[in-house]
């Protein structure tokens, strides 16, 4: 399978594959520039989600996009049998690019599956430094690393995050995966400007852009007022705030490679496909700025 | 502040035992309800996990109704969280859960069809291997084939079982559970020769037979054990199935 190589992902839009659509995709086969998988889904030895991924390979370019690494975890090495299932799939496949998170998900030996968060002080700098060029090590290749959505802050957390992914990137090489949903949402529940967030991030180390959905919940605070939590479900359309940061992005950087991710209530093929035209539409009107 | 591996200690043991105190040293904004918005992890982690547990275990959910189910699933994700951070896999020990949880009792035979889902699932996961066509065995002299013995498929499996858990599943794919006779006990063999996992139930007789050929056993050793179990066993039939389901793989003479 060398039909794509890892430069081949465009600056286009992409989509989170997801089982449900498999069947759509090798019937249509939609124009579109790539499709991204979580690997941990793929896991297995054979079976149908393997040959569907490899039918959709041989038409698309394609990027793992991993959950399950725990880059954050306190531990002296990286989970080895994980490692090793995730560079058989990338000699399988040959992704256009590899990600992960800056988070963790698993301790002592308990995975949470969930993207769990992290104080940015100069100890877990060190240890993502450690991890992250372990990861590349043993890949043999560069990874990008994706900013987190947030709930809660740590008190004790001198780094601002963009500031911490900053020397990440600076120390270990790493590129940087960039989810504009992400911001909007954690800019929300953290009470900051998002522009501020992105006016501060190291954007020229950016390698992919994420766009997604989340969902908005009322809470009572202690003191008896209400105000919202954004919760980063991946359940619904991306909404017109998020588009706007995507727009200020691309306007810095340039087209990059962009995914529309949808994990949760996945709705029809069409609707996400016109979720990930969308995002096509605002990168057509950039080269039109750019070529003017 | 505290060390790291203190830090996510005193996080996780919040995250699944709701009894443990949010850990101190967490902010939000102004007049925030850190426990709240502590509750969104603790409801991330325990709703995408039983989502999984749902995923992996379909009949069992459809049997029993979400609500139960997610009793059900919340109670086994707190004693027995996942290990390794591939989803598919997760559910190892739910059969055996499921036997023992309390109000379990008035649908004993659940812990069986779940068995049965990891069963499917196993299958449906694993190695792809082609399976050989019964007109293989006529290259062999007539002697010979009384001393084959077969290369199995990798996702092929048997599960016995005291309920009619074939009859369950067949219910469950064609929406029809209405006919299921509880006082049946039936056996089930399992393989996914390319994209779709097949199941057929197994008399006594045949089940015997499916299992010495998958131990190992020469054909006439098979026949001869099957046979014990029913003197009019139906050899032609079983052997025919066999390959049926795609379980053969290869076949070889034993000296």
Redesign the interface.
């Known amino acids: 399978m060398t039909k794509f190589t890892h430069k081949d992902i465009p600056n286009s839009a992409g989509v989170g594959l997801k089982a449900q659509h498999y069947k759509n995709i090798l019937d249509e086969k939609p124009p579109l520039g790539w499709f991204e998988v979580h690997p941990e889904n793929y896991m297995g030895a054979g079976g149908p989600p393997h040959q569907y991924l490899t039918a959709i390979r041989e038409l698309y370019p394609l990027s793992l996009h991993g959950v399950g690494m725990s880059l954050g975890s306190p531990v002296e090495r990286l989970n080895p049998e994980h490692l090793a299932r995730f560079k058989a799939l990338v000699e399988r496949y040959e992704p256009g690019l590899i990600s992960e998170h800056l988070a963790w998900s698993t301790h002592e030996g308990v995975f949470y599956n969930d993207l769990l968060p992290l104080p940015y002080t100069d100890e877990t700098l060190n240890h993502l430094v450690n991890h992250v060029n372990e990861m590349q090590d043993y890949m043999g290749r560069q990874v990008l690393i994706e900013n987190p959505s947030v709930y809660l802050a740590y008190d004790d957390s001198p780094y601002a995050e963009t500031e911490f992914l900053r020397q990440l990137a600076k120390k270990t090489g790493c590129g940087l995966l960039l989810d504009v949903n992400n911001i909007f949402v954690s800019a929300s529940n953290q009470g900051y400007d998002p522009y501020d967030y992105l006016a501060a991030f190291p954007v020229e180390c950016v390698g992919e852009i994420h766009l997604g959905g989340h969902v908005v919940e009322k809470v009572e605070e202690d003191d008896k007022s209400i105000s919202e939590i954004l919760i980063d479900a991946h359940s619904t359309a991306v909404v017109d705030d998020v588009w706007g940061i995507y727009n200020k992005l691309i306007g810095m950087i340039g087209a990059k490679p962009s995914l529309m991710e949808w994990d949760g209530d996945i709705p029809e093929w069409k609707i996400l496909y016109d979720e990930a035209q969308t995002a096509d539409g605002y990168l057509a009107k950039l080269d039109v700025k750019v070529t003017a | 502040?505290e060390?790291?591996?203190i830090?996510?200690?005193k996080?996780?043991e919040a995250?699944?035992k709701p009894q443990h105190e949010v850990p101190e040293?967490?902010?939000?904004?102004?007049?925030?309800?850190?426990g709240?918005?502590?509750d969104?992890?603790r409801n991330?982690?325990m709703a995408?996990?039983v989502d999984?547990l749902k995923a992996n275990f379909p009949i069992v959910s459809a049997l029993v109704g979400d609500d139960f189910f997610s009793g059900l699933a919340v109670a086994y994700i707190s004693d027995n969280?996942?290990?390794?951070?591939?989803?598919?896999k997760y559910g190892v020990e739910f059969p055996a859960f499921i036997a023992e949880y309390p109000s379990g009792a008035s649908l004993p035979y659940l812990s069986d069809v779940a068995r049965l889902e990891n069963h499917w699932r196993a299958a449906?996961?694993?190695?792809?291997k082609q399976s050989i066509d019964i007109t293989a065995v006529q290259k062999f002299s007539p002697e010979d084939q009384m001393n084959l013995v077969f290369e199995i498929h990798?996702s092929a499996s048997i599960l016995k079982s005291g309920w009619p858990i074939y009859s369950i599943w067949q219910g469950h794919e064609s929406g029809d559970m209405g006919q299921i006779n509880l006082e049946t006990s039936e056996n089930v063999v399992i393989c996914?020769p390319q994209?779709n996992v097949m199941l057929a139930s197994l008399n006594e007789d045949a089940c015997v037979f499916f299992r010495q050929i998958m131990n190992g056993q020469t054909l006439g050793e098979a026949y001869g054990a099957a046979a014990e179990k029913n003197e009019e066993f139906d050899l032609s039939y079983s052997f025919g199935q066999l390959f049926a389901m795609g379980l053969v793989t290869g076949l070889s003479v034993k000296n």
């Open positions: 502040m060390d790291f591996a830090l996510h200690q996080f996780t995250l699944l040293g967490l902010i939000a904004v102004k007049a925030p309800n850190i709240r918005r502590f969104v992890y991330n982690v995408s996990l999984a969280p996942p290990v390794i951070p591939m989803l598919f449906y996961h694993a190695e792809e990798p996914r994209v």
